[in-house]
């Protein structure tokens, strides 16, 4: 009888620990880059062709195009990498020499508000990581200076410079969950060995956003004078990727 009683408190066991792991939500990691986009003759999109968005493996990202004045702002996207060319006219390339014909998004303030990269099934989801790297014409401008933006450290390397950039991410109701700072230059360090310019694609940690449906990004400068920062505002991003838990029934 005890050994009736045994094998059925096995059986138990066994049935409950199936439906357990029947139930149980995967994780797995879903990544966000742009390998798949067409790209124009010219290396980039800018939104000249007044689409106003592009998607890439389920994020949409907005863009916003003066015809006018044939300036863009929010996300666009490039596989160009000249990083010798430091003005205005190199704005879609990215500073590190490895990216090759890497496609990557770029990111560019607008002046009428907040642009969005967002989730398009409008779920909220866990962001583990995103790549970051200085475009070429930010990078070299910090490193040289130029006829509005100051040399960051100054002529003896010692000035406290710095450049940042915020990710702030909102869930589905538009609600801000959180934020992180990222530097993409600092020139604080009392070793002046430990300034740096961001110009590596580097892996951000950004489960600290919380579950969000949508991010953008905001820029500070130590650079800013009467107008706002002087430092060029651009930053390139690849590789978002973000935690998608599929539950097994």
Known sequence: ???????????????????????RADVNIQSVNFET?????????NGSDATGSFTSSGMKFDNQYNVAWQAWSGFSYSQKNDVTTGDFTNEFSVIDPANLKNKFAIFYPSFGGDIFS?????QDFTIESIDL????YTALTLKNGNAFSKKFGGNLGTDPDWYKVTIN??????????????YLADFRFADSSKDFILSKWTTV??????????????????DTGAYGINTPTYVCMDNLRYIKEDVIL
């Open 169 to 182: 991410g909102y869930d589905h109701s538009n609600k801000l969950i959180g934020s992180k700072e990222v």
């Open 205 to 222: 940690d950004l489960t600290s956003l919380g579950k969000v449906n949508k991010i953008t990004f905001s820029f500070a400068s130590s």
């Open 37 to 45: 986009l067409s790209v124009p003759t010219a290396g980039y999109w």
């Open 118 to 122: 967002q989730f398009t099934n409008n």
């Open 133 to 136: 790297c200085n475009s070429t």
């Open 1 to 23: 009888m005890r050994n009736s009683f045994s094998l059925v408190a096995v059986l138990l066991c066994a049935i409950l620990f199936v439906t357990s792991c029947s139930k």
